[in-house]
């Protein structure tokens, strides 16, 4: 039975290389769950990355969910598809445990490893906590304990930040207004006695904000990718929603906090990749013409130049560069980027 990552070949090639041979073999029935698809070593790297994106940021904790969920999902699907009589206890019984392990328990560990210079100092926030504000003994290690101590109230400051209890932001704004932009951040700007842009007055400024040609689309973007998800039965697309999924859905659970728009920065590749795909699909439809294959390569190469073209047009206010209060103000494209 191969593995994953054999040849540079995916996790879902690898899995259903395992069942194509199996069937052929009259052997997918021998037991009603099916067989064991070995070890992924495609699952086992996604799970090192979701422990690179959980130590970064916890809400990289939903991904870890999200992509877990998916992946039992196709495994699901692919049992089904290769006519395992018990499909869905065929991927619990065989598929859940290792989808736990890969993207459950190596997550975490890296997320340990990562506070390896907390673990080894000596003077650390809450670093020996036992026998202060927590009692000594227990379950888990000392320094297990001490760093859940530390993280839980980081949790807890954080949790209080709501506009019920009088926290606001000029330039905090609610996920419904992150698929395109409509609030961006304001991180610094610099209006007084600035130099550098040929004029009298100079502003210098530096804003988070998505490039208007992705992210105005967003929504019909969005729509496709369910309609090639659900009807379509795309998989490709499935990945990519679960993604912007993971980085979008769950901000609605607690919508009194603060939050922003950089927030919405998880979303972005997800985004970039399903109108990547849709690119593709204009260029690689079945049974075309050369003119229809001409015309979609110039609507492809024009939307991909607009792009360009308006990312260096706010990189300006990306990254500080002194510019006009003229330019500055055609830089701002809504009210409620003010």
Known sequence: MNTAGEGGVSDSEVRESNLISLLLEGRIGETPWGPRLGVRWWRFGAGV???LAF???????YFMLFFGVMTLAFDVAARRQYRV???WVGTLRR???PTLYALGLIPIAVYLASYAPWFASETGINRHEEGRSIGEGGLLPDAIRSLWHYTYGIFEFHS??????GNHHPWESKPWTWPMSLRPVLYAIDQDNVAGCGAQSCVKAVMLVGTPAMWFIAVPVLGWALWKAFVKRDWRYAVALTGYG????PWFADIDRQMYFFYAATMSPFLVMAIAMICGDILHQPNQNAERRTLGLVAVSCYVALVITNFAWLYP???GIPISQTTWNLEIWLPSWR
Not at 160 to 165: I, Q, R, Y
Not at 246 to 249: E, T
């Open 95 to 97: 598929d859940f445990g």
């Open 160 to 165: 209080k930040l709501t506009n019920a209890a």
């Open 85 to 87: 009589p018990r499909p």
């Open 246 to 249: 993971a980085g979008f859905l």
């Open 49 to 51: 990355l979701l422990g």
């Open 55 to 61: 130590a970064t940021k916890w809400s990289g904790l």
């Open 317 to 319: 206010i990306l990254t």
